[in-house]
């Protein structure tokens, strides 16, 4: 079995993947006839490919987020790596191989993440505080396990959102230690919240986003989040214009700290500055290490990381 | 009676005005002695007062927001005029002065700006957004009748947010006759609802904000009257993610046009494309002519308005 | 007839079509041939075209602008449509086509918009003001009844200044109602005025602008049109330092507003920032209309709109 | 005779000094008597000084831009230096003392400036060109002599703007001769219009600017230059579309290079690029002289110079 | 003894204060006398005092950051408290107090500081990194356990760089462990070496900087730092062109992430853009709880913090 | 011989070339054969050149950067010129050809500029200050006659850096003469060290840069230079506090002006302000010239120059 990573021209190789895009064309020729233009993936990389001959039985088997067997001839075309597929077939059960084996995704698998974010929950101590975070979290529902934390810039993959929101409460956990003045329920609070409406904002697929749901477009995770936390407040019977209330919608809507970034209010709590610097640190380190994993050892420098200014990292040798 | 704006040292004077604030103070002198250090107005200017032989039952009496009627000696004092009062006492009903009189507010009395607010608000076609924009209102209670718009930039007068609105409905009302693409209930909702959270987000009196509210710091009345809907909805029983009820809320939230002037979100609806023009022009527009009003007639520059980059406006002689 | 937005491969089809650009190039046969490579266009779009058998006859029969009758075929060539032209001919007076149906153009005639604006220019009640007015719009001559306003951002087509005037006239006359403060005069000549130099900025044919003149460049509009106040006022032998002249060069000059957009000086006069307001408020409504109007109806989203921020519109269902 | 600069309290001193600004103003005391509010100057400094017995000739005797002799007491008011008047009387012509010793000016008589800007203006070979400048120079008369170019920024003292054009024409006779590609006609002319309208943007006397006139606000210095070209060429019969004219135009329209700086075009001539930077460097390093020499030898750092992004500049010692 | 934040007209106190200002002025009166005006601070707060007989002994015995001991009255003068002392003398040692009782400083003692900070540094494994930031360490010298951060922005105290050195330490050693791809030398090198050069940047006296020295104006910390590295490395006998030597001076150059912010390059290497977050949370941070620790409880909201946008914190009441 | 700008399809030619690029590819063929895809060049410009059979000896002789003689047939290929090589070989000895014939180079010779550049070295009076300047001249050694002063801003070609200091050298002798506050010694030092770490920044051959060196990433030249004078600092046994290294130092950290153009201080030196712009000037002035040079005479706009805000320049016809 070949990583795509691993193709050259003019390899003959089999393998499995997962079909990303599929679209049906037909040729140019006289009479036109149908192919199927693929773009192949796997957690390496991924690669653009035809099948030349079409059936009506294809048509109806094959689909984008289809796991395949394909065997195939690698050449190259226009300066690109193209696969002709000779062979496909679906992945049958007794393939042993599964979806998540072929995107990009976090590290830690989902279901420790989501029992280490229930555990954080749990840990809150204002009982108030931990239903309106619980109600949230119940909002987004199952999405917590596996939708990413961006489009592009970071965490952008398979259960990007839980993993950044644990590593967030690693170190935010670390602050409160170090200053004992912020008040850990609503660092918690505030780190599981910030986010929670982006599963709504996005439409994702595989840690893949597609594309901004309508809301996500006109109203943005911020002021989402915001809304879910007044729909909390009213089902819990709260009073809206309480302390409590206000501060976690002030924390959330003040995470992106300057207006220029997205926030309409700036941090004024205590814990909404230091959520801020928590976010910043977490989401700008992860960018370096995704980017330090996906770059050759034998490269001295990274691509260009479009959320640090667009810099490349420097390997150095010491 | 003496207007403020007419008062000239070495004037002797008798007139109402209103105690706008009020400090009890003491002498540098052995004994130290009670003074009281007054701002007086009246819908002129205002000017500072001292009262130098103060009885207990005087501070029993007079507060700030007390009208009062004063006679008094205008004197200079390091180059500015102070009045040294000679005798005050409490208006009574029978001197026929009202509080409205002593303060700058709308051209158009309250009652007058809520009935045609009122009368657009019956007008709104789509039940729906008439109930949403109803419990807004209702929500915002009798502040409606009498806020300003803001504490410095413009309005910034007793009823002014009322009035602003009535203007921009006039407005509104021209631009959808004019482009009838333009749904007219989402522009009416519009300029009813963008500024609705407003008198929660300062605390006024008499048409002066003296500082913002702990919800207007933390949240801002952009998120706030978003909050509302989230509420009106829920209350009336609407889907949180119907498009009337993401529309009204991006229309709210996208009204200030630009992150950098504090709206999350850009407006992605022609409504609130028209709305954000709506409410620049009646701004700009309105500060131009409270300008003038305030700027003699023999001066042909005006003092610089902030609102327009600090630059003053010109008399032109034609 | 087909309209060009209707055009699919493999369709053959016969229409009358405007030669938007054509250029005569040579294949990469041996011997190398003579062919034809043209942009057809009507108001619904525009389509490539290939004709490639060419005589010296045709190459002195079509130009770019030549109305054209075509008999064609659609074909894909890389993933775009592109036609082979079977048989052309140059369009005949009995076909009873007229170039302004393969343009696009504003919604009222040409006649109708230079007939309002020159009802408002005779209703400007001071003589000096109307003087320069009518000396400038003498000045830039027919070129008013149909170029654009823009070459990309509003406005950009056929007659889309005149229209751009005649609304903003409209809104320029409600304007001077709500807020008798203002000049009328001055609004008039400012609205007629502001953008007049534009024909001369630009070199546009039918609506589509391919280039800005050398002036254009060197001098922009603004400053252009202040030079011909300078010229008018001379012409008609008034002084140059008078209150009127310096107005109305004021108003052109501030009408963008902010330095960086292209003003060199601020607004100070109430009808300057009342034009800019209204100038402001008729362009960007204008985009909206218009990419709402050229967006399918199925379509949730319109194309992102430059002149708004990049920002798409989003057809709300209610 | 004792320069303002060496008073120190409690010296008594006698003589020549100019009044900058005098008021009558009334004491606090009853009967309230009459006295003279006075700054003093010299080319040293200034300082504020009292008259209190004032007769009503007195009254009739002295004004601002009075050369006077004085006899005085100084104090210390507030911690700073004021002077009592103890006599005072007009200057007379056996006194031999003359305004403009007492005023900040130019290290080059006027008439040398002058001079000097007849020449080159002469050695410009384009007749055209010279008939243009000669107009322009014509029209600010004798204003160009005495007037400073600005009112704080730099050369802000009298004959400044004719001592920044003389310096300027240096350099760029230089620059000519380094870059012989630039034509020297296009430089000269461009160095003396440039800022030529600058006497009649700014209201001045002594050299020192007192405010800007209504067009210096409403058109400023660079359009007024703009318009005056176009008078030269109307008054001379030339084609105002021809580039000479249209180039002179530009040249001044853009030297400022960004809008955000003044300039409503960006230099698109290379005698306008270089004319920018020609303006600029003898601006820049003209501020940093003029503070050099108004700081005392013994200081390291001269005060903060607002055009140099509000830097000092320090006596470096090797 | 009474804290200074405590004293109220009209009291009477006794207690031991730094005298943080002294100037020897002259009555106004005749004949003028002399009198010290002082400003006396301790740890609490700081108030201006008034010595009216002073003899010639006084004048060699008072000194800024002399230790007294101060019997005095509180007065009122132009709205602000004013002491007049009645005795003064020196503290004596037999008083038991000491200098930093007095002023501002770290919650550490700088013995800890300096302690924990070479604990750190005998931790680097790699010995040229070692030397090289020991070498730095001992070029700063003992300034480093007591110098300020900064002049107001934040740590502006007493020991103030150490501590923030000690408190990003600990900061870095938990991200070191939660990422390890993150170099341990690195780190800790950058977070000593980072304002390594701030005691040769400014002039400050018990942590309150009175001015920058002449390198810090024409070279500023950062750049000195990085010459200091290139010192050290040749006094090292180091290759200056080796990644090393590079990596540490780019780590230092970059730590102010953007050139608006003081660094001539962004951040290239993972550990600094590590180190630009860690120094921003810590400082971020500090300003809040110093902020918090400086106002009273009774107080919702703090002073505004210039280093937070100058926002004021909200104590928020859950 | 046929200059590459002449070559137009189809001619057949014969010419002396530099090969720029060179790849060997394979054919798309069934068997695949080797082909050498070529970019020649010569002053005039370059071209894409195909050698379609290429033998083992070929891929031995032929490399980047080797001078050719060719015999060819130019081609169309996708509307780009595209030549087919008939014969190749080296260039001989006795061809007379040599490489800087066929590069962009600065109008002076390389030894020449370094004539210049040593006599103006060997004029500086101060010995230190020379010492220090021909320490970093040595260091930089022979890079200094040939290497670009930039990747593509300007004097992007053989010997720039030494031209555009050459010019700079000029050009600061007159403004010396002008201005005698100036420090002679310390513009033309600051003129020579200003970009002398620009060769060690950059990896370039004949005048055209490829890359930043890592150190030209990671520090930059302007922190680079710094550091060069400290190392000649203490390499003389120069007191690296004083003025005197501190000042060179300085010149050259604030040659940018701004942080956002790359300097960490802002200019605080009279001669760093006069180094600023007299290399503003120049490089702009250079930009201008070297357009101008490659536009034809033809064209009455050259191509947009992307250091003077993406403007073109015009060439006025007077």
């Keep these: 079995m070949t990583l795509i990573k691993h193709l050259q021209a003019p390899d003959e190789f089999t393998g499995f993947y997962l079909i990303k895009e599929l679209e049906i064309k037909q040729t140019n020729t006289t009479p036109a006839k ?32 289809t796991l395949v067997k394909v065997q195939g001839l690698v050449q190259l075309y226009r300066e690109r790596l193209q ?17 998540t084996d072929f995107i990009r995704s976090a590290p830690i698998s989902p279901a420790d993440l989501i029992h ?18 619980s109600f949230c979290v119940a909002k987004v529902g199952d999405k917590l396990d596996h939708y990413p934390a961006a489009k592009t810039h970071h965490h952008a993959y398979f259960a ?17 230690k170090q200053r004992p003045f912020l008040n850990a329920d609503l660092i918690k609070a505030g780190i599981i919240l910030h986010d929670i409406a982006k599963p709504e904002e996005m439409i994702a697929q595989l840690g893949i986003v597609s594309d901004y749901s309508v809301q996500g477009k006109l109203l943005g995770h911020i002021s989402m989040a915001s809304n879910w936390i ?17 501060g976690l919608q002030h924390i959330v ?18 814990e909404a500055v230091a959520l801020h610097y928590i976010d910043s640190m977490d989401a700008k380190l ?33």
Tied chains: 1, 2, 3, 4, 5, 6.
């Design 34 to 65: 149908d192919f199927m233009d693929i773009v192949l993936c796997d957690a390496s990389g991924q690669v653009s490919a035809k099948m030349w001959d079409v059936s009506a039985a294809d048509k109806e088997t094959f689909f984008p987020m």
């Design 230 to 246: 007044t729909e909390a407040a009213l089902h819990l019977g709260l009073d809206l214009q309480s302390d409590l209330v206000i």
């Design 83 to 99: 696969v002709k597929i000779g062979k496909i077939r679906k992945a049958l059960p007794e393939d042993g191989v599964q979806i």
């Design 160 to 176: 990007g959102l839980a993993y950044h929101i644990v590593r967030m409460l690693e170190l935010g956990e670390f602050v409160c």
């Design 286 to 318: 992860q960018m370096v290490e995704d980017t330090l994993l996906i770059t050759p050892e034998s490269e001295s420098w990274t691509p260009m990381i479009r959320g640090l200014e667009n810099k490349a990292m420097y390997r150095l040798k010491l």
């Design 116 to 133: 280490t974010i229930n555990g954080v929950l749990a840990s809150i101590t204002n009982p108030t505080i931990q239903s309106i975070v």
């Design 253 to 270: 809507l003040s995470h992106h700290n300057l207006p220029e970034w997205g926030s309409p209010v700036l941090p004024q709590l205590p």
